[in-house]
Nanobody, 120 residues
Framework: HVQLVESGGGSVQAGGSLRLSCVASGYTSSDYCMGWFRQAPGKGGEEVATLFTDGSADYADSVKGRFIISRDSAKNTVYLEMYGLEPGDTAMYYC????????????????WGQGTQVTV
């Protein structure tokens, strides 16, 4: 049974930082495309960061230079480090995964966590 569990959200002042964690179980996360998605009330969802199976990453323009996605294969965990947080970053953040190719195609992501709230 494939499962993702996020943690690390909270309330922080503008300019602060947080690190979100996503623990994967039931599969090896390094074999999967992994990413972070956020949803704010009254706004459309946004694909925040994508981690490709080769270790490269891609980011939404709104977070480039402020957020870093990374993977600890030994812990089967994906992180999202967030710096210089802004009120516009307030959202529910979800970890997501899929096992196929085309990590940049978010329509393929079929495993989702329950989300963790970030409030700035």
């Amino acid at each position: 049974h494939v499962q993702l569990v996020e943690s690390g959200g909270g309330s922080v002042q503008a300019g602060g930082s947080l690190r979100l964690s996503c623990v994967a179980s039931g599969y090896t996360s390094s074999d999967y495309c992994m990413g972070w998605f956020r949803q704010a009330p009254g706004k459309g969802g946004e694909e925040v960061a994508t981690l490709f199976t080769d270790g490269s990453a891609d980011y939404a323009d709104s977070v480039k230079g402020r957020f870093i996605i990374s993977r600890d294969s030994a812990k089967n965990t994906v992180y999202l480090e967030m710096y210089g947080l802004e009120p516009g970053d307030t959202a529910m953040y979800y970890c997501a995964a899929h096992s196929g190719a085309l990590c940049s195609d978010w329509t393929r992501y079929n495993t989702w966590g329950q989300g963790t709230q970030v409030t700035v």
